[in-house]
């Protein structure tokens, strides 16, 4: 069913895992793949959770990965309702951390997505970009096309939110630098289905974050988050 008083409207509630740490207490990186939440983590899907709760969720989806899990639990907490995974929206496979050269990682992480739409860009040296897009994209895609839907949650990751931010408001790769993400922060797109169709693409809301509305102390992006990190564990 669409969104009351809609034409085939869809609404998809696209999360950002919470909070991570990527370094362990020796600087080393962490397995991306086996990553959990931290406790802030937790807090601030639980914030997430308490924001949506009077939100009629009838689809909840993850990329599979642990910290995306466990955000869509908490978030979804109390509702029933089985969570499905989807490999493909997993988070862009960057290069080793360590086979990046020191005077690099600033240019590689914090500026990583600057030059996504040009041919060949890679992510830290690691997976080209619009192989990524096209993968995120098209696993988008097949959950739009599934019926018996009409709020859908979906958990997922930095890079893949800003892809599908961008494919949402027609700029594609060119946009996804300037879709900022914070950490467990939600963003709202519309869909309308018509027929199987594709026939508008909304953005309602971007990056809130509501465990800190007004983003106080949020003064960082992400990567430059991660860069920070890296150079304390690091020094």
Not at 40 to 67: F, K, M, N, W, Y
Not at 176 to 190: K, P, R, T, Y
């Amino acid at each position: 069913m669409p969104l009351h008083g809609t034409n085939g409207r869809h609404r998809i509630y696209l999360m950002r895992h919470g909070a991570v740490r990527y370094f362990d207490d020796e600087g080393k990186p962490v397995n991306p793949v086996t990553v959990q939440l931290t406790e802030e983590g937790r807090t601030q899907a639980a914030a997430v959770g308490a924001a949506l709760a009077d939100v009629p969720i009838d689809r909840v989806v993850c990329s599979g990965l642990p910290r995306t899990r466990e955000t869509a639990e908490i978030v979804s907490q109390g509702r029933n309702i089985a969570i499905e995974d989807m490999p493909d929206l997993s988070e862009i496979r960057g290069g080793r951390f360590s086979d990046i050269p020191r005077e690099r990682v600033e240019a590689e992480i914090v500026y990583g997505f600057e030059a996504a739409a040009e041919p060949g860009a890679r992510f830290a040296g690691g997976e080209l970009i619009v192989d990524f897009e096209k993968r995120v994209t098209t696993a988008f895609r097949q959950l739009l096309d599934t019926p018996g839907w009409t709020n859908m949650l979906v958990a997922a990751h930095d890079a893949v939110n800003r892809v599908l931010l961008g494919w949402t408001c027609g700029a594609g790769l060119a946009a996804v630098a300037s879709f900022e993400q914070d950490m467990g922060c939600l963003n709202i797109v519309d869909v309308d289905l018509v027929d199987g169709s594709i026939i508008r693409r909304l953005i309602k809301a971007v990056n809130v974050t509501p465990y800190n509305l007004a983003k106080l102390g949020l003064n960082r992006t992400s990567m430059e988050q991660v860069m920070a990190s890296y150079l304390d564990k690091a020094s």
